[in-house]
T-cell receptor, first 114, second 114 residues
Framework: QKEVEQNSGPLSVPEGAIASLNCTYS??????FFWYRQYSGKSPELIMF????GDKEDGRFTAQLNKASQYVSLLIRDSQPSDSATYLCAVRSAGGTSYGKLTFGQGTILTVHP | DVKVTQSSRYLVKRTGEKVFLECVQD?????MFWYRQDPGLGLRLIYFSYDVKMKEKGDIPEGYSVSREKKERFSLILESASTNQTSMYLC?????????????FGPGTRLTVT
C-alpha cells in the first residue's frame, strides 16, 4: 500500500460545479497535510494546509481532515477552467528528525470544462 | 520575492555520463530537497539536506548523490546516468521552525538520458 494515495483520475467537472479530490495516508502519526496545485509545465505551489480535524476554508477551497479515518480531501467550489491542473496531496510525518520532509501522493489531474 | 532556481530547464545526456543538477535558493532556508517526478508516481524524494554539509537519504537515493557546500546551493549528482533516470527533477527549499513548513519549488529540470 502506498503511503499517500489519491483518488484516481483524471477528474472532469463542468464549470461552476464542485470538484472533490481525496487522499488517504497510512502513517497514523502524520501531523500536517498539504494540497499543492501544479499547472502543466510548472512547478507545484501550495494552496492549502490543514493540521486539525474538521474543515478549513479559503475562498473557493475547503480542505477537510479526518485523522481517525486517515483521509484528507480538497473541495473546490464554483470550479473554473483556470482550476484545471494536477493536485498533489502531501503529508508530513511525525518525528523530530523529519526536517519538514513531505510524502506526496501520485496526483489527480482535474479538468474543468466550460 | 521568494526564488528557487535550477541550472537548466532541459538537459540531454548520454548513458554513463556524470550529471550535475544545481539548485540555488535566495531565502536563506536551511532545508533543501531533491525530488523526481514521473507520470502516475507523483513526487518522490531522492535526498534532502537540513544544513550545510548535512544530508539524508530520501525514498529513492539509489544512483544519486548530493552535495551542499553552501547554504544556498544544493547539487544533485548522477554518478553514471542511466536511461531509467530520465525524469523531471524538482528542487525545493523550506525553513524549519515555521508553522507551515511550506516548500518552495524551483522550475524543474527535464533530464533525458539516451
Amino acid at each position: 500500500q502506498k503511503e499517500v494515495e489519491q483518488n484516481s483520475g483524471p477528474l472532469s467537472v463542468p464549470e461552476g460545479a464542485i470538484a472533490s479530490l481525496n487522499c488517504t495516508y497510512s502513517d497514523r502519526g502524520s501531523q500536517s497535510f498539504f494540497w499543492y496545485r501544479q499547472y502543466s509545465g510548472k512547478s507545484p505551489e501550495l494552496i492549502m494546509f490543514i493540521y486539525s480535524n474538521g474543515d478549513k476554508e479559503d475562498g473557493r477551497f475547503t480542505a477537510q481532515l479526518n485523522k481517525a479515518s486517515q483521509y484528507v480531501s480538497l473541495l473546490i467550489r464554483d470550479s473554473q477552467p483556470s482550476d484545471s491542473a494536477t493536485y498533489l496531496c502531501a503529508v508530513r510525518s511525525a518525528g523530530g528528525t523529519s526536517y519538514g520532509k513531505l510524502t506526496f501522493g501520485q496526483g489527480t489531474i482535474l479538468t474543468v470544462h466550460p | 520575492d521568494v526564488k528557487v532556481t535550477q541550472s537548466s530547464r532541459y538537459l540531454v545526456k548520454r548513458t554513463g555520463e556524470k550529471v550535475f543538477l544545481e539548485c540555488v535558493q535566495d531565502m536563506d532556508h536551511e532545508n533543501m530537497f531533491w525530488y523526481r517526478q514521473d507520470p502516475g508516481l507523483g513526487l518522490r524524494l531522492i535526498y534532502f539536506s537540513y544544513d550545510v554539509k548535512m544530508k539524508e537519504k530520501g525514498d529513492i537515493p539509489e544512483g544519486y548523490s548530493v552535495s551542499r557546500e553552501k547554504k544556498e546551493r544544493f547539487s544533485l549528482i548522477l554518478e553514471s546516468a542511466s536511461t531509467n533516470q530520465t525524469s523531471m527533477y524538482l528542487c525545493a527549499s523550506s525553513q524549519p521552525g515555521t508553522t507551515v513548513l511550506k516548500q518552495y519549488f524551483g522550475p524543474g529540470t527535464r533530464l533525458t538520458v539516451t
